[in-house]
């Protein structure tokens, strides 16, 4: 055994290979183990097996080889690539297995080929057993035949296919071999089983003995249905069915459909092979036919006659034969030949099925034509061959040779015509017989139930009881509408007996002619042709779905016969019903007429009707209306009452009134009783002559309105026209044509006969009276909008000048869409919106066509002509074709009888003369264009030569070929063409133009097929060649193709014929087609009118499947039928499945992953658009339903066929919860990739999502929800705004899911819809929610009213729709809720709006119930905080988008207010919202209040005043600044919750806005920030701010403070409040910092600590580290250059010294960076420098650098780390020596003592050397010098200064810096002469001028500087402007802030302390502050934390004084203090302008 130990060391799959057996043994069990045991049918190790099964099964050792099939089927049934191994395993086994002795092995060998059968490889098993049949071994013979055998009992026909087994029986029987004799004969049972007779025909010829056997055994086969029992995975669903009804006891529900549902019909043609005939006609077949002698003939068609007995025939030229067969029967005056040519062409058509087609055409008209011969032989001839013809064509092709053929004046042929009628419709189902067909049809019908012929009578009867039978009563009733009730009960009675083609069940109707049970003869089983296929899909879903169509036809067929012949059933459609039932009565005499008029009309009446006496008439008609207003319906004699008014006078009344008076009666009757025809006639004379009258024409038209209502407008128009144009008066007819015209308007078009008004129309046309002409031609302008352009052939031959004024008109009419009619019962309305007025609008369009007047040429086309166009001169040729252009020219319009034509011109088409070719070409194309629709019969044998053209070598002939097929095929369609084997015959041609033109031309008309015939299949292999041809061009169109044909034929189709491939070839092709299929296009969604039938109610909704079905053949509609309930029940939803034949066939194939390549979404151009519009037109079904309907799921599932690719569509309708998981994650992973795709989409998307709503299973619906929260994010930022349709069809289903019960659900709705209000206006999203308050479910109801809450709290009252009072009264309501949820959710949405609105709350409210209100109250209080100034954003109407930082795009803004060149960026949400909005979602990052995001590029550009979107704010009363305030006694009372009535002073608000922004309550401080923001965006109220510049500084860098120290380390802070404060900080400084004359108010100190605040800011690292840190870091970037920019130069010069200084001491606290951005801002206010050089104080700059460098020497600085600071400092003397010159050494006037620092020798130094290096002589020793120097200097330009200085004053903006300037400018100049200047200017700038001066001098001095000497600063900012006046303050005037300190505020407190009447001792005990100023050495910067201390104590003092005064602003009474404020004249007087200004502001501000 040593050698043992070796290979069970092996692994297993090298085991099996072993060369000993026994290793192979041990290996095959392992394997087997390993087998059972893998779970995964994917996984790798299945792969390294895929090389060995085949051994496994043909192992040499018998013991061996037993385990090695178990392990193989193992492998098989497990392994998901087994089926690679299909082919070689199979033919092993049948050539290794199947010969073994043990019985065991070749059980096991079928096992495995049946288990490859079950794993879908069906067909590769069953080629290896058939080519086990011809094996020598009987064994293996016997094996296969019974694996076969097997395999069709267990799988059935379907899928075991029976042709080719068929094929070899006959051989099989004649086996040597009794062995194999008796399993072909069980095998010819098994097959019998299943397809019954049509087995007979294949198995005729074999031994009659056999054949006697095999009919016994046949007899014995059970009748029932044979079933499947086994299935194929991809059929598990309908084997968990069958196993259901196995446990249910058999066969429970097993009814009809599932029979058909389980067996195939198979069709006996099939399984026949084709027989060659015509090569066997007998040589002199066509002499003999044309002999003299009878029985000659006879002989010939004799050996026809036998040849055609050959059940299938091969295709090829039968047209010969087929001419001369249709001249025997057509001219034989033998009729014994003629019966004999019938049965031969009834063979024919047999035995070449749809090929015989393209001859039936000319065959038909011939045999109809026939019957008017007696002899019963000859009629049954022709009636079998006209039969087996009709099978070969359809309908519609012959129905123009039928109908020409009914009104033949002999009743034998119209008796015939009708009865093959009504053969024909039983072959029809509703789809194939529709109106189009139906009505001329109809029509002719009803003639011949009125004929004189008894026999042509009951034929009609039967002929129209068929077709009621077929299309239901639905369809064909209108037709019906003249039909008298005994010939209805009639035809109805026929309708019953018919028995349709598909046996006696009510769904036979619906069944296509395939599905007709087997007879025993071959050729009447015939179906349509077409290869098994076709019956799958279409025959199938036939029956099931027809069951319920005819039972709608049911109930009004018993219960109501009478009513339902006018209205098809619905009778009781208001007074409609009856109308039409009664549309003929009897003509009266004119004494029961008297009779019955006096029964109902007053005696009086009837008596003064002639009357002499116009006034008794008169009389008479008024009773004679009052009697008839009053009267009943039902007891209204009509045509009694008609004919009394029509006597004498009658219509020739004179008397106006009484005509008008006799006119209203008429109308009168007409609307009010049954009115009917016979009623009409009596009226409607006298009517139209009195229509042309003046004063009556109005009344006349109206009656004839009415009559037109009651009795049809078709039939009234017809009447009345004829009347008019039978008279004279020009004036009646112009008036009756108008009248028309508005009547087709209000009633529509339908059912009009076009024709007769064409005829009227050219007689007006041609009317000398101008006015009818243009009456005329307004009535075409109508009709046009109708009938379209075909209209306009009917008048081709007018006059010129008459045509151009009718395209005139046209044109008018161009683009117009006809009115809906708005009267008439218009009986298609009344059939439950049976095809709406769609169809029929569309109909007339083509009908016009049909109607079109139409020359025969016929006679003309002659023997002559014909053998003239056949003539071997191509000159004589030539003339032939020129004669037949001239021909078609002259007549324009022809007959479809061309007679010998087609023949001749079909061998014209290969002419060898090119230009006779191209000359042939152009024929064709007008041939089209003149026969129109009816050229269809002339495919075949004329238009698919033209294919052949399009290989002509010439590129200009392949041109004209393509030219003319186009044409043609816009005549005929394309089903024409695609039918039979003509187009795949072509296509086998291997011409590569052919074949390129060919596949281009079937890639650009496939695609907009809805259905294509099931022949298409037969041009794949040659497609497929196409695919592999070598011509490059070939190649690349099959490949263009390809998808095309994929989308009519499925996958599994496409890739079933590849398995005719070669191996290499199949690879790449199959490589192809699943390129292919991930490119394929959705198929064309029928056109709309068929969603809109489903609008019909049910009964429409019934029948629309149908239709559907037969239309796209094998398109599975039912597909999505089991809705998610069902779905939960197998049964339901499986039985659906089994209908989709094949359909299913293609779910696994799904698997493969590499189908899915390609966008999901297909971009539709306008797709969105349109379908808005058709939604709007009700043409599809408006998306509002409870639970989704069925017919809603079809609809969208059309909708979305056009622009969601296939696969994925499937996976969205699949009714498993998994495949719409599946879908979703795919809609997830594309929803980046494809932004447009999803937007275009979007409406469709979310309508599918709202369907996933309704799903119970949770996966799916958070699913949806992770899906919608990533759409949403999406659309905000594609700033993409929701349209009303896709909201309206989505909120309220979302809202619906708010009530959900599980949590995590709603928390993520909420979260959904707070998204969605920036995608849609929050407003409108306020009224869905509101609508979902009033649901059932109570949480629902609770989370409604929170987010309503929530809405309010963010965007304000605005939001409130319809109004703010009706929202609350609404929400009030539910304060008494039942459910305690609710009750407090309704409180607390109050109390939210309470808190944005204050106590008109209760105003809006309205009365509330006492316990209701006290609830508010007690919540109210506990729970209100102060409401806010204002809610934090009154949002404007459409969310505003948040832009990119760097797009200047404007937004989208609204109204005046927000036209503002507003740079900040929107983003808005609050913070509730963001807290409730789950902290964990990461999507709410962007959270900084919209208000304050940066725009950074845009406000750097700007230079001009920002003014920003703002919430709305509370308005301060600022006109109370004018007021003097009357202090009321001080009494005690709580603070009053509202600002307006707090602050009626704005200094005091402004003081207590800011002392809240360093509050440490983050929202107070925001709400702070964004009311001063408020402020200091309106131009008008930034002044307010003025003088509370350091003080909002002040705070505000505290707050800096409090964040960088306090917030920033707080764990449990959100973030994102840190950052949202930070925005609004930096926004509002922006604001200020905008505002040049504030900024310059801050001081040096609180610029010192507001840099040291923001830089430290710029540094913080914890920044950098939020999600929207970058941001806020750029936003500060961007103020700190704004503060540099703006401020006060010197003062901004001193700050950043200062704190250069600080930080060059503080190095170690603080990080070399702080110093180095400190110095980088003071390089960019060196680069200022040259701009600002003249406002700046030079002195006081010059002290600060004195003052660093005495801290600072060279050598201290020159040891720092860094050279920049030492470099910094030069620069900046370098600069300033730069611009100043020698002058800048007399700035050093406020340093003391110069030596202490190295400033002065430094400056000399620089001096010196640009003195050198200019080379100037100049004396620069002595200052004196310098200055004398400048000093002339100036003299000279003293002119040019002052202008400009003066300019400055003039200016709005400098105007203080100007007085600044001007005020220096005299101090140094004393002896300046300012005069001219003045001199020409007004007395106010005058004044204004010298006040500013006085003002300036004033101020400077009273400051107490410090430093006397030319340190005063250039420029100043607080003068008076005489619009300064706002501030209280403003008349201390502003100080320069400089050397502010604490004293000063002191100083301004204590005078508005006296003012208001104070005392201030409370002050009096502080030391006073000015002593900190003390050391005039050093002007210390009064630091901002001093200020802070007075500000603080001020502030605090501003409270205090709030709370004992009572404030309310109704009891501020002005008194006459107003002095105090009035310092000055003129500031007084423009008071009262300055009042109306706010005034007008305020006002346009509202």
């Not at 082919?87 to 049948?94: F, H, R, T």
């Not at 099978?391 to 009743?411: C, F, G, R, W, Y």
């Not at 379908?1171 to 079809?1194: G, Q």
């Not at 979602?1481 to 900084?1488: I, N, Q």
């Amino acid at each position: 055994m040593g050698d043992d130990s070796e290979w069970m060391k092996l692994p297993i799959d090298q085991k099996c290979e072993h060369k000993l057996w026994k290793a192979r043994l041990n290996g095959y069990e392992e394997a087997l183990k390993l087998f059972q045991k893998l779970d995964d049918e994917k996984s790798p190790e299945w792969s390294k097996y895929l090389g060995l099964i085949k051994k496994f099964v043909t192992d040499s050792n018998a013991v061996a080889q037993l385990k090695g099939l178990e392990a193989a089927l193992a492998y098989i049934e497990n392994a998901h690539v087994a089926g690679k191994t299909t082919g070689e395993v199979a033919s092993g086994v049948v050539n290794k297995v199947f010969n073994q002795p043990k019985a065991r092995a070749k059980e096991l060998g079928v096992d495995i080929c049946l288990m490859y059968i079950e794993i879908e490889k069906g067909e590769a098993v069953q080629e290896e057993l058939l080519k086990g049949l011809d094996n020598k071994n009987p064994k293996i013979i016997v094996a296969c035949i019974e694996t076969l055998r097997k395999a069709l009992s267990e799988f059935g026909s379907k899928i075991i296919s029976l042709k080719p087994i068929i094929k070899v029986l006959p051989k099989l029987f004649e086996s040597r071999e009794k062995a194999v004799r008796d399993e072909a004969k069980l095998l010819a049972v098994e097959i019998y089983r299943w397809i019954r007779d049509a087995l007979r025909p294949p198995l005729q010829n074999i031994n009659s003995v056999q054949l006697k056997e095999l009919e016994e055994e046949w007899v014995k086969v059970a009748s029932a249905a044979p079933k499947q029992t086994r299935f194929l995975r991809s059929q598990q669903e309908l084997k968990a069915k069958f196993e259901q009804q196995q446990a249910a006891g058999g066969d429970v529900d097993g009814g009809d459909d599932d029979e058909e549902e389980s067996v195939p019909q198979v069709d006996a043609y099939e399984l026949l092979e084709a027989v060659e005939i015509l090569s066997n006609l007998p040589k002199d077949f066509y002499e003999k036919i044309e002999a003299k002698k009878w029985q000659e003939r006879k002989e010939a068609l004799e050996a026809v006659e036998l040849l055609v007995k050959n059940p299938k025939l091969e295709a090829g030229d039968y047209a010969d034969l087929v001419k001369v067969l249709k001249k025997v029967v057509g001219k034989d005056t033998n009729v014994m030949l003629v019966a004999l040519a019938a049965k031969c062409l009834a063979g024919l058509a047999t035995g070449l099925r749809k090929k015989f087609g393209q001859y039936a055409g000319h065959v038909v008209p011939t045999i109809l034509e026939k019957f008017k011969e007696k002899k019963p032989q000859v009629v049954q001839a022709l009636q079998e061959a006209i039969d087996a013809i009709f099978l070969t064509t359809t309908l519609q092709n012959i129905s123009e040779d039928i109908l020409a053929v009914m009104d033949n004046k002999n009743p034998t042929i119209k008796q015939q015509t009708s009865l093959f009628i009504a053969r024909s419709f039983r072959h029809c189902t509703p789809s194939t017989l529709p109106k189009s067909l139906l009505k001329p049809f109809c029509a002719a019908l009803l003639k011949h139930i009125n004929d004189s012929a008894p026999e042509v009578r009951d034929a009609g009867f039967e002929a129209l009881g068929t077709a009621l039978k077929v299309a239901g009563e639905k369809a064909v009733n209108p037709f019906l509408a003249d039909v008298d009730k005994l010939k209805l009960d009639r035809i109805k009675e026929c309708a019953e007996k018919v028995e349709l083609v598909g046996g006696k069940k009510p769904g036979g109707a619906a069944e296509k002619k395939e599905g007709r049970p087997i007879s025993g003869k071959a050729p009447a089983l015939s179906g349509t042709g077409g290869d098994k296929e076709t019956k799958d899909a279409t025959s199938k879903p036939g029956p099931l779905k027809k069951a319920p169509a005819v039972k709608t036809g049911g109930p009004p067929k018993k219960g109501k016969p009478a009513a339902a012949a006018g209205v098809g059933g619905a009778g009781a459609k208001g007074k409609k019903g009856p109308e039409t039932k009664e549309i003929f009565e009897a003509e009266l005499s004119i004494e029961v007429c008297e009779e019955k008029a006096a029964a109902v009309l007053p005696a009086s009446c009837i008596q003064q009707l002639d009357s002499g006496n116009w006034k008794e008439r008169l009389a008479c008609m008024e009773e004679f209306q009052k009697a008839v207003e009053l009267m009943e319906r039902s007891e209204m004699p009509c045509q009694a009452l008609v004919r009394m008014l029509a006597k004498k006078p009658g219509w020739k009344e004179t008397n106006f009134q009484v005509m008008q008076m006799k006119l209203h009666i008429v109308a009168l009757i007409a609307q009010k009783g049954n009115f009917s025809k016979t009623s009409a006639q009596v009226v409607l004379d006298g009517l139209v002559d009195k229509v042309g009258d003046v004063k009556c024409g109005n009344n006349a038209k109206e009656a004839m309105t009415a009559i037109a209502e009651a009795c049809q407008l078709p039939w009234t128009a017809e009447q009345v026209v004829a009347m008019a144009f039978s008279q004279k008066n020009p004036k009646n007819q112009s008036e009756t044509l108008n009248w028309l015209s508005n009547a087709i308007k209000e009633f529509g078009f339908s059912g009009l006969n076009v024709k007769a008004f064409i005829s009227n129309v050219k007689t007006a046309l041609a009317a000398t009276n101008p006015a009818v002409r243009t009456s005329a031609i307004t009535l075409l302008g109508v009709m046009y909008l109708y009938v379209g352009p075909p209209l306009r052939m009917f008048f081709e031959d007018e006059k010129p000048a008459l045509l151009s004024q009718i395209d005139a008109e046209f044109e008018k009419m161009q683009g117009q869409t006809a009115p809906v009619p708005t009267r008439g019962i218009s009986r298609h309305s009344a059939a439950a919106g049976d095809d709406g007025e769609e169809e029929e609008q569309e109909d007339v369009g083509s009908d016009v066509v049909d109607l079109l007047p139409r020359t025969d040429i016929g006679d003309k086309i002659t023997a002559e002509l014909v053998s003239k166009i056949g003539d071997k001169n191509w000159k004589i040729r030539k003339e032939g074709l020129d004669e037949v252009t001239s021909i078609i020219n002259d007549a324009k319009f022809i007959e479809p009888n061309i007679g010998e034509l087609p023949a001749a011109l079909k061998s014209r088409l290969n002419d060898s003369n090119k230009i006779l070719v191209q000359q042939t070409l152009s024929i064709l194309q007008q041939l089209a264009t003149a026969m129109g629709p009816n050229i269809k019969q002339h495919v075949k044998n004329l238009g698919i030569p033209v294919i052949t053209v399009l290989g002509d070598s010439k590129n200009n002939v392949r041109a004209a070929a393509l030219a003319t097929v186009n044409a043609w095929v816009e005549q005929t369609g394309m089903k024409e063409w695609l039918e039979g084997e003509d187009l795949s015959e072509e296509l086998k041609k291997e011409n590569p133009f052919l074949r390129q033109e060919l596949l281009g031309w079937l890639a650009e008309k496939l695609p907009g097929l809805r259905s294509v015939p099931s022949d298409l299949l037969l041009c794949v292999p040659h497609l497929y060649s196409c695919l592999e041809d070598r011509n490059g061009d070939v190649r690349k169109k099959a490949q263009d193709a390809l998808p095309f044909f994929m989308m009519h034929l499925g996958f599994e189709k496409m890739a079933k014929a590849t398995s005719k491939l070669k191996p290499t070839s199949k690879d790449q092709v199959l490589a192809m087609l699943e390129k292919a299929k991930a490119n394929m296009p959705a198929k064309p969604a029928p056109p709309a009118k068929a969603s809109s039938r489903a609008v019909g109610g049910a009964t429409a909704a019934k029948f629309q499947p149908v239709s559907a079905l037969a239309e796209d053949s094998g398109v599975n509609t039912l597909e999505s039928r089991p809705d998610p309930k069902k779905a939960k029940a197998g049964g339901g939803s499986s039985k659906a499945k089994g209908v989709q034949g094949k359909k299913v066939l293609s779910k696994p194939n799904l698997k493969e992953d590499d189908d899915k390549s390609g966008p999901i979404f297909i971009i539709v151009p306008n797709g969105k658009e349109q379908r808005m519009k058709d939604e709007k037109a009700l043409k599809v079904l408006k998306w509002n339903f409870t639970t989704p309907r069925d017919e809603y799921i079809e609809q969208l599932k059309t909708q979305m066929s056009t622009c969601v690719a296939k696969w994925l569509q499937d996976e969205m309708f699949h009714a498993d919860f998994q495949h719409h998981n599946k879908a979703l994650a795919v809609m997830i992973e594309h929803l980046e990739s494809e932004k447009d795709g999803v937007i275009s989409c979007l409406d469709l998307i979310l309508k599918w999502l709202t369907l996933r709503f309704f799903d119970t299973n949770t996966s799916v619906l958070m699913k949806t929800l992770e899906y919608l929260k990533l759409l949403f994010n999406l659309l905000n930022q594609e700033e993409y705004h929701l349209t009303e349709n896709e909201a309206s069809s989505f909120i309220p289903y979302l809202i619906l899911k708010v009530g959900e019960p599980k949590d995590v659900i709603r928390r993520d709705v909420r979260a959904i819809l707070n998204r969605m209000c920036l995608i849609y206006p929050a407003s409108k999203m306020f009224t869905f929610i509101m609508e979902g308050t009033k649901s059932k479910n109570s949480k629902q109801r609770a989370e409604c009213l929170e987010e309503l809450g929530c809405l309010v709290e963010s965007y304000g009252m605005n939001v409130c729709q319809p109004t703010p009072g009706k929202a609350l009264k609404e929400m009030a309501t539910h304060i008494g809720d039942r459910d305690n949820t609710v009750r407090n959710a309704a409180l607390n949405t109050i109390v939210t709006v309470y808190n944005v609105h204050g106590d008109q709350v209760f105003k809006l409210i309205g009365n509330l119930s006492e316990k209701d209100m006290s609830m508010l109250e007690e919540r109210i209080k506990r729970s209100a905080k102060r409401p806010s100034a204002a809610p934090v954003r009154q949002v404007e109407e459409k969310p505003q988008r948040v832009q990119n930082v760097n797009t200047n795009a404007n937004m989208l803004r609204k109204g005046p207010a927000e036209d503002m060149s507003s740079k900040l960026k929107i983003m808005y949400r609050t913070y509730r919202i963001q807290n409730r909005n789950m902290g964990n979602h990461s999507e709410t990052a962007h959270t900084v209040p919209r208000e304050f995001q940066l725009d950074l590029d845009e406000i750097e550009n700007d230079n001009g005043t920002v003014r920003c979107e703002m919430p709305a704010l509370v308005q301060h009363k600022l006109d109370d600044i004018f007021e003097p305030v009357l202090i009321p006694e001080p009494k005690i009372r709580s603070v009053s919750p509202h600002f307006d009535d707090m602050h009626s002073n704005t200094a005091s608000t402004i003081n207590f806005v800011i002392s809240q922004v360093a509050s440490g309550d983050i929202n107070t401080s925001i709400q702070a920030l964004a009311q001063i923001d408020e402020v200091l965006r309106q131009e008008d109220k930034a002044e307010a701010m003025s003088g509370h510049i350091d003080q909002f500084l002040i705070a505000t860098f505290m707050q800096l403070r409090l964040i960088y120290n306090t917030h920033m380390a707080d764990e449990k802070l959100d973030k994102d409040e840190i950052v949202k404060l930070y925005s609004c900080i930096i926004g509002s400084m922006i604001s200020l910092f905008q505002i040049e004359s504030l900024a310059r108010e801050a001081s040096t100190g609180v610029l010192k600590d507001l840099m040291h605040g923001l830089i430290t800011l710029m540094l913080d690292s914890r920044v950098e580290d939020l999600e929207e840190g970058e941001q806020v870091i750029r936003s500060v970037n961007l103020l700190v250059v704004k503060v540099l920019e703006k401020s006060d130069q010197t003062n901004i010069f001193s700050a950043l010294l200062l704190l250069l200084q600080e930080s060059l001491l503080a190095t170690a606290s603080q990080s070399p960076k702080f110093s180095e951005l400190v110095m980088k801002c003071l390089w960019r206010m060196v680069r200022l420098l040259p701009e600002t050089i003249n406002s700046i104080n030079l002195d006081r700059i010059l002290l600060d650098i004195h003052i660093f460098m005495k801290m600072f020497p060279k050598e201290k600085l020159k040891q720092c780390k860094s050279d920049l600071p030492i470099r910094t400092l030069k620069t900046l003397l370098h600069t300033l020596c730069k611009l100043k010159g020698p002058k800048i050494l007399d700035h050093l006037t406020m340093i003391d003592n110069k030596n202490e620092s190295e400033l002065e020798a430094h400056l000399r130094r620089v001096m010196k050397h640009s003195m050198d290096q200019t080379g100037s002589k100049a004396d620069k020793d002595t200052e004196k010098g310098a200055s004398r120097i400048e000093e002339k200097a100036s003299k000279a330009k003293v002119n040019d200064i002052l202008a400009e200085i003066f300019k400055k004053i003039g200016s709005k903006e400098n105007t203080k810096e100007g007085l600044a300037e001007l005020y220096e400018y005299k101090k140094k100049y004393s002896d300046a002469d300012i005069e001219p200047f003045l001199k020409n200017s007004s007395q106010f700038f005058q004044s204004y001028v010298e006040r500013g001066l006085r003002l300036i001098e004033t101020e400077r001095e009273g400051k107490g500087r410090i430093a006397t000497s030319t340190g005063i600063s250039s420029q100043m900012e607080g003068t008076c402007v005489p619009a300064s006046t706002h501030t209280v303050s403003s008349s201390i005037g502003n100080t320069n802030g400089e050397e502010v300190g604490p004293s000063v505020y002191l100083e301004r407190l204590k005078i508005l302390r006296q003012r208001c009447g104070l005392d201030n001792a409370k002050q009096e005990d502080r030391p006073p502050l000015t002593s900190l100023l003390s050391k005039p050495a050093l002007p210390t910067v009064a630091s901002s934390t001093d200020m802070l201390h007075s500000k603080l104590s001020q502030l605090r003092e501003s409270r205090e004084q709030y709370q004992h005064l009572d404030l309310d602003s109704n009891q501020t009474h002005s008194s006459g203090i107003g002095t105090t404020l009035a310092s000055s004249s003129s500031a007084a007087a423009n008071i009262d302008d300055l009042k109306k200004r706010l005034e007008r502001i305020k006002s346009s501000r509202k």
